[in-house]
């Protein structure tokens, strides 16, 4: 079983950048398939980004050319890079896995709180 721990939330003004970490232990996630989704305040979770074992990624349309997803297998380590960030941006960031096997993710992290704003 895999445990993912996120981290690199917090505050930022508008435009600036943040990067998140999503580690995982209990066993290696190297065939993992890893997404970034979001709640923000009031609304449901949606799906941002997601990066599968071969590093083949996808991004919501509202994230492309600002956000990048990229994994270090040698550290179990999937990361979200985020620059230019918006009022919009402001969420609860969750990481997930699942196998290449699977199409539903079955492991969630806690999640990190990041707020955009002046």
């Known amino acids: 079983q895999v445990q993912l721990v996120e981290s690199g939330g917090g505050l930022v003004q508008p435009g600036g950048s943040l990067r998140l970490a999503c580690a995982a232990s209990?066993?290696?996630?190297?065939?993992?398939?890893v997404a970034w989704f979001r709640q923000p305040p009031g609304k449901g979770r949606e799906f941002v980004a997601s990066?599968?074992?071969?590093?083949?990624?996808d991004y919501v349309d509202s994230v492309k050319g600002r956000f990048t997803i990229s994994r270090d297998n040698a550290k179990n380590t999937v990361y979200l890079q985020m620059n230019s960030l918006k009022q919009e941006d402001t969420a609860v960031y969750y990481c997930?896995?699942?196998?290449?096997?699977?199409?539903?993710?079955?492991?969630w992290g806690q999640g990190t709180q990041v707020t955009v704003s002046s």
């Open positions: 990066i599968t074992w071969n590093s083949y990624t």
């Open positions: 997930a896995a699942r196998d290449a096997a699977r199409t539903e993710y079955d492991t």
């Open positions: 209990g066993r290696t996630f190297i065939y993992y398939t």
